[in-house]
């Protein structure tokens, strides 16, 4: 079964159980990546994992304005709550 990746204007489509599609998914920073994993594999649907998945969104689409505007938008990463 697959679902469209949650981004904006974008048209893949993914497995169901994939948070995004693989393009985007590159552009999520590996410490982020790492801890939505953590969070699928222990506690998937709890809130810490919630909290990652809504991170990993909010950095993709903070990369994606830095690339049409040309200027750094801040994500703070959820590092403590591993």
Known sequence: MSK????????????????????????????????????????RGGPSHRAACRKAIESVRAVLAMRETGKPTHVRLPYGDR
């Open 4 to 43: 469209p990746c949650p981004l904006t204007g974008c048209e893949a489509s993914m497995q169901s159980w994939a948070l995004m599609c693989s393009t985007h998914w590159a552009l999520v920073p590996r410490p982020l990546q790492e801890a939505v994993n953590h969070f699928a594999r222990h506690g």
